[in-house]
């Protein structure tokens, strides 16, 4: 295997997180051999990274070390190690589909809905984990640890994690996976992209009968209102878009000028959209539960993330009103 041979798997040298070229991407690519030799399919690939993501949250949920001693800090390190093994078949099947050809709609939606697969049930055991444990919280904040304070705290918490999820990590990766997207279709074309519009998906969704297709519907109506989300936080992009196809018609007359300075305003923001998917909150994740502060990881992921998302949106957008002027 040589340093070659991994990069053929990237999407591209622009989209890539220099800790996945050095980590990620080479372990997924051995990986991505394994699965080649045994003809496994990329989409049976996803399915295990979400099967053992969502396992690590046992993990999590009994991992405080102040409590439990070695036994909480082992079962940290077994979580850290099934997430990051989640993470590496993640690359994986990417990888393995680029080598083999087999990319398929399917493979597209589950790969966007694996990282929400993990995330969801370990976010759940970290709120029962506080459940469990906040002895310590209760004493610094000077709260009498009855039932009823647990509940409230706990309610409390739940909500906090709610918004956080569903309100912020979800669409904090959505529109960093967009931009990845619209910077490979600037770069590569519609054929080295996978730059789905909301339209495209409901009319395909429309056209599918329920009857012996019902799973497939679901994921279908899924995918809708994943790019629909993605189309509603960057207004001046799908103005850009709609501009750009009435003035050249198809998109692959876009002048190779256009696309070229499109790629130069749209390649800083690459690094903005690495840090808002895996491994920013991955190393943040893994630092507070060793911590025995799983909370914090909450405050870094509305507060910190929050803004850098709104930093990256207003950039991108703001250059896309400019060259729409520019039209």
């Known amino acids: 295997m040589t340093k070659e041979d ?3 798997t ?16 080479p372990i997924g690519y051995r990986w991505a051999l ?7 399919h990329p989409n049976t690939v996803t399915i295990l990274s979400m099967i053992i993501g969502a396992g690590s949250s046992w993990f999590f ?3 405080s070390y102040r409590t439990e001693g070695m036994d909480g800090l082992l079962y940290n390190l077994i979580a ?3 997430l990051a093994w989640a993470n590496f078949y993640d690359s994986a099947d990417g990888q393995l589909a680029r080598m083999t050809g087999k990319k398929t709609r399917l493979g597209r939606i589950l790969d966007g809905a694996a990282s929400e697969v993990w995330f969801i049930p370990i976010y759940l055991s ?11 919280e209760f004493r610094m904040l000077g709260i009498e640890n009855t039932g009823q304070n647990t509940w409230i705290a706990v309610s409390v918490f739940l909500a906090v994690v709610l918004y956080s999820g569903f309100g912020c990590h979800s669409r904090q990766c959505g529109i960093a996976d967009y931009y990845r997207q619209i910077h490979l279709f600037f770069l590569k074309g519609e054929a080295g992209s996978e730059l789905d519009n909301s339209v495209q998906q409901q009319k395909l969704y429309d056209e599918t009968p329920w009857k012996g297709n019902f799973l497939w519907k679901a994921f279908l109506k899924t995918y809708v209102n994943y790019t629909r989300t993605q189309e509603k936080q960057t207004p001046e992009f799908q103005r850009l878009m709609k501009k750009l196809r009435e003035r050249y018609g198809e998109t692959g007359h876009i002048p190779q000028e256009f696309r070229d300075r499109f790629r130069a305003l749209s390649l800083p923001m690459m690094k903005w959209t690495n840090i808002l998917t895996f ?9 507070t539960c060793l911590a025995d502060v799983p909370w914090l990881y909450f405050f870094f992921e509305v507060v910190i993330m929050t803004a850098i998302c709104r930093y990256m949106r207003a950039r991108h957008e703001r250059f896309c009103r400019e060259l729409c002027s520019q039209l």
């Open 6 to 8: 991994v990069k053929s």
């Open 10 to 25: 990237y999407k591209s040298n622009d989209t890539e997180e220099w800790l996945d070229t050095v980590w990620t991407r």
């Open 34 to 40: 394994f699965f080649q030799r045994f003809n496994i």
């Open 61 to 63: 949920a009994h991992g």
């Open 80 to 82: 850290m190690l099934l």
């Open 126 to 136: 970290l709120v029962y984990r506080f459940y469990v444990h906040h002895d310590w």
């Open 279 to 287: 491994n920013t909150r991955a190393i943040v994740l893994y630092a």
